[in-house]
């Protein structure tokens, strides 16, 4: 029987990024139902909360550990020692411990003595605490305070200190509160700690939302009209969306509430020529060709040809007749315009959408920022600049919560077309409540001809 923790300790071992592995090694290992997502649960989890478990089990560890297994394996009893609810401890060390022995051999010893002294050095606070600690974990419905010193002190730099509790790199922690302010920031990363809510965007050209929300209801699905007359939300949905009714017939398909919100600032209309420049995997190209009715010009172009194949199955399936094109990074070979609206939803560095991309986090820093900037620079003077027409507006957009990636590039657009800001909005990730839906973080800007506005 396929054990859902030795499929997690394989993928975070292995190394790459194990949320895109996911699928091929469960399928692999046989992993199916409940294990499959107990195995999912505890891949995102772990790599969303490492520093905060890397913090807990090292200061528990006689000596320093640097063996991937050995780390991975920490971690995953960490996680469910204090992050997945209805885990007992003795799964949550026993069983993970079984799981690794083939690799950690004699070192399973070691592993579970660093386990079981987290597991006798904390204990649970009667009444949640929220005041920071250097020996308190501080979550959302309750408080842990351990034996010993866990996480720098919130007197000497409180941004460091939130870093730890909430697991982001201290350089993003510190940018966050330097621009948004302590509570803003941590609403940020609360959210962007949540469990991504699955939105669908309804097809308008096959069906009606109205009739959608009855098809998943019937089936006792939970299912929420969104903001956005297309926008559905399952906020109690993990299992495979393939399940759900509709989705053979195309009537729908997956896409956050953000970025169908961002096509949607662009008011694409019948009759219009429509250029998506960065389009794999084709979500915003789709939605486009949607709001239309049906009956805009559409051309999906990316730099990668095998990004943009996998855009065919689902174009068959949603019925659309939407073109595609490869193109050059270098621009040598872009499309004949004119264009009456180019999409550009740019590589960024994801900081909007950490709670989908939990590894991406890690990667953050002021290099990776640059190389991001640099990269966007180049698609704005090779692929941008060169299509602008006298009456094509541009919607420029990332999943990113970064001014450099954001509203920089759009004014250096902008200034050099000859356009005008006439929409910028910045998304902001919220986890939801009884009043407001969840959604992811990003950022959209159409600029457009002065005429165009008047």
């Not at 073109?323 to 050059?328: G, N």
């Amino acid at each position: 029987m396929a054990d859902p923790r030795y499929v997690a300790l394989r993928l975070l071992a292995e190394g790459g990024v194990p949320t895109r592995r996911f699928v091929a090694v469960s399928d692999e290992e046989g992993l199916q139902g409940p294990d499959r997502g107990l195995a999912r649960m505890l891949v995102s989890e772990s790599l969303r909360r490492q520093l905060t478990l890397d913090l807990i089990w090292s200061a528990y560890a006689k000596r320093r550990v640097t063996d991937p297994v050995m780390m991975a394996t920490l971690r995953l009893g960490v996680v469910q020692l204090f992050y997945l609810d209805n885990i007992p401890d003795h799964a949550a060390i026993g069983a993970t411990i079984e799981a690794a022995s083939q690799w950690l051999g004699a070192g399973k010893n070691v592993a579970n003595a660093i386990l079981r002294g987290v597991q006798r050095g904390v204990k649970r606070e009667a009444i949640a605490d929220k005041q920071p600690h250097r020996h308190r974990l501080i979550l959302e419905k309750e408080s842990w305070f351990f034996d010993r010193p866990i996480f720098h002190s919130h007197h000497k730099e409180a941004a460091r200190h939130w870093s730890q509790q909430y697991s982001y790199p201290a350089g993003l922690a510190r940018r966050w509160w330097e621009e948004k302010g302590p509570p803003a920031m941590r609403s940020r990363m609360t959210a962007l700690n949540h469990l991504p809510s699955l939105w669908l965007r309804v097809n308008p050209l096959k069906t009606t939302r109205d009739e959608l929300i009855k098809s998943l209801t019937e089936l006792e699905i939970r299912a929420e009209a969104g903001p956005h007359p297309l926008s559905v939300n399952l906020p109690e949905m993990r299992g495979a969306v393939e399940a759900l009714p509709g989705f053979e017939e195309g009537h729908w398909a997956v896409q956050d509430l953000t970025s169908l919100q961002t096509i949607a600032l662009a008011r694409p209309v019948a009759g219009e020529r429509i250029l998506d420049l960065c389009a794999a995997p084709g979500g915003k190209a789709f939605a486009a060709f949607e709001l239309s009715g049906g009956k805009a010009d559409v051309l999906a172009c990316d730099v990668s040809a095998d990004r943009l194949e996998k855009m065919s199955p689902e174009c068959d399936r949603l019925g659309h007749e939407i073109q595609r094109q490869t193109i050059a990074e270098d621009g040598s070979d872009l499309p004949e315009g004119p264009w009456d609206l180019i999409v550009v939803d740019a590589p960024c560095t994801n900081t909007g959408v950490l709670h989908k991309r939990p590894e991406a986090r890690w990667r953050f820093d002021k290099k990776e920022l640059h190389r991001s900037t640099t990269v966007m620079n180049l698609i704005r003077k090779n692929l941008v600049l060169p299509l602008i027409g006298e009456n094509t507006r541009v919607l420029w957009c990332t999943c990113s919560l970064e001014k450099e990636e954001n509203q920089e590039m759009a004014q250096r657009i902008a200034k050099r077309a000859g356009l005008t800001l006439e929409v910028e909005k910045y998304f902001e990730p919220f986890e939801g409540d009884e009043t407001h839906p969840p959604r992811s973080g990003g950022y959209a800007a159409l600029l457009s001809p002065l005429e165009a506005q008047g």
